[in-house]
């Protein structure tokens, strides 16, 4: 009798210990699955943040943009008292697809002309555009609205003896590198190829 009672105890002592074995084993899931779940959800708050920081960036690359329509070789300005003529291009312009309203002292440009000996740059601002459709100055350019600016790349001397240049003004036969950048926003980048100096003459 007392061996029957004894083997009883043994047998719940026995499934008592399962069951606090078995609630160890379950705590330590539920740690574990909260565990994991905060890593899920630590990164999924990265990765969001992420995408919308490279989202803003990009709209702002894109959005914030000009885009090259046509360019040509414009007029010279000469200065008879001086001897001196500014050589031109003029380029047709408009904001990227997208694109807030962008002052025109917030884009500037830049030509990079020459070799690998002599490298030269010139460059300004986008302040004495006009719209294509009139001769009014732009104060803002809107999207969907399409611009056009003379940009004075050089000059050229025709008092000297032999006639110099300065700068980059076009020169048939060469290439020059046509920088537009948006303050905030993204860059434009056109090769300009003077097959041709005289003006009107075709250039990107």
């Known amino acids: 009798m007392k061996n029957m009672k004894k083997e009883n105890e043994n047998a719940r002592d026995s499934v008592a210990a399962i069951g606090i074995g078995a609630m160890i084993v379950f705590i330590a ?3 574990v699955a909260a565990v994991a779940s905060a890593v899920i959800i630590q990164t999924g708050e ?13 709209q702002q690359e894109i959005g914030g943009k000009i885009t090259v ?7 010279d300005d000469p200065d008879s008292a001086i001897g001196t003529s500014d050589e031109e291009i003029t380029i047709v312009f408009e904001p990227a697809a997208g694109s807030e309203p962008l002052l025109p002292t917030s884009v500037a440009w830049n030509i990079v002309c020459g ?7 010139v ?3 986008f302040s004495d555009a006009t719209e294509l ?4 100055g732009a104060t803002i350019f809107n999207q969907g609205n ?10 050229v001397n025709s008092w000297d003896t032999v006639l110099t240049t300065s700068e980059c003004v076009p020169a048939q036969g060469e290439q020059h590198v046509l920088m537009i950048m948006v303050d905030g926003g ?17 250039i990107v």
């Open 133 to 136: 459709d009139g001769a009014t």
């Open 146 to 155: 399409v611009y056009m600016i003379n940009l004075v790349v050089g000059e």
């Open 29 to 31: 899931l539920v740690l």
């Open 46 to 58: 990265k990765l969001q943040q992420n995408a919308q920081q490279t989202g803003s960036d990009v």
């Open 115 to 121: 070799d690998a000996a002599v490298i030269e740059t």
């Open 69 to 75: 329509v046509t360019a040509w070789v414009g007029d």
């Open 123 to 125: 460059g300004g601002d």
């Open 186 to 202: 993204g860059s434009t980048y056109e090769t300009l190829y003077y097959t041709d100096e005289t003006q009107g003459a075709p």
